[in-house]
């Protein structure tokens, strides 16, 4: 079945620091690929999506590229603020349509001045 | 962005008692709302798809009649976990899609349930 598996954490950066949380991916067909995050005290908010393979995915400042051959979607961003401090979910949705959501374990960022 | 709003966003209850959670769609229809369950560190699970009007749909494994699940309109979905036991202490969290489907999900921030 489909599933998604991302670097354990917590990651722990200084301010200006580049990111990159790891996110690999097994499904059939051509799933379209998500990034949340949630902030302390807060619900997942969609931070950036990728719908195939190539597609590049940005917002705030991160990234992440839907590499087929690799079966990844790594989050990137060059230089991360105290305000990015929060937990980053993987996700992807099966092709077909269906809303049905998949998640990684999460990835808990703590970034420090 | 349109706003899910969950209540309540955290409860204490005894063991035996049951709890309900509403999940609200605040400025915008959804026909379908997911219920995800996480636990400490570790990721979202998807516990049932509810559909305004039908019955719900269960993951493998969620008992359906320890989580009843009931989406009467538009613009609520409620999660009650009948005869709670301390086991069942999470944070639960739903999300809903819009009527208009833009493929995107709108998550309230969660409920946390301790049940002692």
């Known amino acids: 079945g489909n599933s998604v598996t991302q670097m354990e954490g917590p990651v722990t950066l200084s301010e200006e620091a580049f990111l990159t949380i790891n996110c690999t991916y097994t499904?059939?067909?051509?799933?379209?690929l998500f990034w949340y995050v949630q902030y302390p005290g807060e619900g997942l908010q969609l931070l950036l999506k990728?719908?195939?393979?190539?597609d590049k995915g940005s917002n705030k400042g991160f990234e992440a590229t839907y590499r087929k051959e690799t079966t990844s979607f790594h989050l990137e961003k060059g230089s991360v603020q105290v305000s990015d401090s929060a937990v980053y979910f993987c996700a992807l949705r099966g092709s077909g349509g269906y809303n049905k959501l998949i998640f990684g374990a999460g990835t808990r960022l703590a970034v420090h001045p | 962005g349109a706003v899910v709003s969950q209540h309540p966003s955290w409860v204490i209850c005894k063991s035996g008692t049951s709890v309900k959670i509403e999940c609200r769609s605040l400025d915008f229809q959804a026909t379908t709302m997911f219920w995800y369950r996480q636990f400490p560190k570790q990721s979202l699970m998807l516990m049932a798809t509810s559909n305004e009007g039908s019955k719900a749909t269960y993951e493998q494994g969620v008992e359906k009649d320890k989580f009843l699940i009931n989406h009467a309109s538009l613009t609520l979905s409620t999660l009650t976990v009948t005869s709670a036991h301390p086991e069942d202490s999470s944070f639960y969290i739903c999300?809903?899609?819009?009527?208009?489907?833009?493929?995107?999900?709108?998550f309230g921030e969660g409920s946390r349930l301790t049940v002692l």
């Open positions: 499904a059939t067909g051509y799933p379209s």
């Open positions: 990728a719908t195939k393979a190539d």
């Open positions: 999300s809903a899609k819009p009527l208009a489907n833009t493929g995107e999900l709108f």
